[in-house]
């Protein structure tokens, strides 16, 4: 990704010479992941965009996929040329297309998962106070838009073919954010700002599931208060129920996509750092190809986002399920019909 590896733009080995075989898995594994996320987010944006009942919290679930089937649409097709092309990176306009997008699509994702902890927590721990309009909800989805690609256009200022050279002085070109010192000090800042924004989204999100757990329990108390069969065992104990459906489909589902997004962009950050002080000039062609593995990681958080919607939302799966079949049914009776000759024209 080019705009959190511009540290590490060259693989950890810059001593080898230039070995395809080694990018190939990052090649498959990229080529699988745009197809799935593209599938999967053109699901969401239907599914959350007309079909759900029409809430802010499913708008901006809506627009998060907006933002990750751009990436899967441009971002990882113009990596996978990154990645083919690696040492031969000629194109200026490709090479800031290719940050400018992925940086703004990045930013956009995770301030969009910020939002959504924020009404998550309007909603839900302060329920009697003023609630989001849908204007407002879609004034701040499109203020969220327009941020993140502003803040993405320095990468396409600065982001050019950097030339560099491998062993036995043959000169390469690879694209990359050359622009030091300045850029190992964007690269810390960005980490230190992701860890802000994951820090304030925990936080919430734990006010979220103790005033769940509090409403679920205090709700089963008043229940059982005239409920005879409680005297005697009957029911279930409020503290049984507690621990069981405390959260809803929908604050479960932004939970666990908030915690992919995190798992998806620090094994980058790690790698990264690592590669920024340790040296690996005789590193083995395994490390090379964990090296472009790893760093492709980012694309999980645009891509398994509609996975995690499918596994914890039982009514999105209905909703695919259906979608699916009317698909295939309505491509059966095309076929037919296609069969189906009038008998005059074969006389």
Not at 214 to 220: E, F, K, L, N, P
Request: glycine share 4%.
């Amino acid at each position: 990704m080019l705009s959190l590896n511009e540290a590490t733009m060259e693989p950890p080995n810059k001593n080898t010479q230039d070995t395809f075989y080694y990018r190939i898995p990052a090649l498959v594994f990229l080529g699988l992941m745009s197809a799935l996320g593209i599938f999967g987010n053109a699901s969401a944006i239907y599914i959350y965009g007309f079909r759900f009942k029409q809430s802010n919290v499913h708008l901006l679930i809506t627009m998060l996929a907006v933002s990750d089937i751009i990436s899967c649409l441009f971002c990882i097709p113009m990596e996978m040329y990154r990645v083919f092309a690696f040492y031969n990176y000629s194109s200026i306009a490709a090479c800031k297309a290719e940050g400018f997008f992925i940086f703004a699509c990045y930013i956009c994702s995770v301030l969009m998962l910020l939002t959504i902890s924020v009404e998550r927590y309007v909603k839900v721990c302060r329920s009697t106070g003023t609630q989001a309009s849908r204007k407002m909800a879609k004034i701040l989805a499109g203020a969220v838009f327009f941020v993140s690609f502003l803040l993405a256009v320095p990468i396409a200022v600065f982001a050019k073919p950097q030339t560099y050279m491998l062993h036995g002085g043959r000169s390469v070109q690879i694209c990359s954010y050359h622009y030091e010192p300045e850029q190992w000090s964007c690269l810390v800042s960005l980490f230190v700002f992701l860890l802000c924004v994951f820090g304030v989204m925990s936080a919430l999100y734990w006010r979220v599931i103790k005033t769940t757990r509090s409403h679920v329990t205090w709700s089963q108390q008043r229940r059982t208060q005239f409920n005879a069969d409680a005297i005697n065992g009957r029911t279930q104990t409020p503290k049984s129920v507690a621990k069981k459906n405390i959260l809803s489909k929908t604050n479960r589902t932004v939970i666990w996509i908030s915690a992919v997004y995190a798992a998806s962009c620090i094994p980058v950050f790690i790698v990264a750092g690592v590669s920024k002080f340790v040296t690996l000039l005789k590193a083995e062609n395994s490390l090379d190809i964990l090296f472009f593995l790893v760093m492709q990681s980012w694309t999980l958080n645009c891509t398994l986002n509609p996975i995690v919607y499918g596994v914890l939302n039982s009514t999105f799966r209905a909703e695919i399920c259906g979608l699916l079949k009317r698909s295939l049914l309505r491509g059966n009776s095309s076929s037919v019909e296609s069969n189906q000759t009038d008998p005059s024209e074969s006389v």
